[in-house]
């Protein structure tokens, strides 16, 4: 890097703990972090503030003292700093540690809306999460990219019958016997709702497309046809502990480290 300072100034970082001064008040905390960043101008550095205190809710903690606040307020003080300088690129290690649920569920909410105009790169163990906010995955295991791609390409590693809930209008048995018809259709079992139904098929056919046909044709409804999704939990296990951990292995041989 030719410029490291300038290269910093792009970066927002955010480690699982985040430092602080526990002795600083929140407010002021942020102003610090604020003028390090290069936010001089006090019209843009009150935007700032008040932009990071609305958008990580620290309205309740604002003029506390980082020692009195919870650790899943320092969370959100840690992303605060993170995104005071509206970097381009934010990189974020375990942002959701030390939440409760509804924290959870609005700072992914807050990353995913920062996601469409940054470079989000999250570090987590919670795969679900991964699978939840990210548009591309890399699973590193003992130091090596084992996989990369989107969600659903990882999924498609795992060489194991698809599934999807379907719910048509027609007569429950006539549905039932038409999903059983339908080539590359492994099994079609009945769930604890009326009239919807589990189908596990082979990948090579594209089953849901036959489905959609075989509607039109009776003149049914399609009142549901959602795919089940495999989990990164699952496609992790295959890759470093199932089937796929030779394959695993072939995909890391020739790539360079270091």
């Not at 102003?31 to 309205?59: G, P």
């Not at 769930?191 to 919807?196: P, Y």
């Amino acid at each position: 890097v030719k410029d490291p300072i300038a290269a910093r100034e792009k970066i927002g970082y955010m480690p699982e703990n985040p430092p602080m001064y526990s002795r600083m008040r929140v407010c002021d905390f942020l102003k610090f972090v604020a003028r390090i960043r290069r936010i001089s101008k006090k019209k843009k550095l009150a935007e700032r503030l008040d932009y990071v205190r609305q958008a990580c809710k620290l309205e309740e903690v604002w003029d506390k003292y980082i020692a009195q606040i919870s650790k899943g307020y320092r969370q959100r003080v840690g992303f605060a700093a993170a995104i005071i300088s509206d970097p381009p690129v934010l990189v974020l290690d375990e942002p959701t540690a030390g939440l409760d649920p509804e924290q959870i569920r609005y700072t992914r909410q807050m990353i995913k809306i920062l996601g469409e105009d940054h470079a989000v790169l999250l570090s987590t163990h919670i795969l679900h999460e991964a699978q939840q906010i990210c548009d591309r995955v890399e699973i590193i295991h003992r130091g090596q990219i084992i996989a990369s791609g989107t969600p659903a390409e990882l999924s498609a590693k795992i060489p194991r019958a698809r599934s999807v809930k379907v719910s048509l209008s027609g007569p429950e048995n006539e549905v039932l016997a038409a999903l059983r018809e339908i080539d590359g259709v492994l099994a079609v079992k009945r769930t604890e709702f009326a009239k919807t139904f589990l189908v596990e098929f082979e990948p090579r056919w594209n089953v849901p497309e036959s489905i959609s046909a075989t509607a039109s044709q009776m003149g049914w409804h399609i009142i549901q046809l959602t795919p089940e999704e495999i989990s990164l939990e699952e496609v992790f296990h295959y890759l470093v502990a199932g089937e796929g951990k030779n394959e695993a292995n072939r995909d890391t041989c020739g790539k360079r480290t270091g």
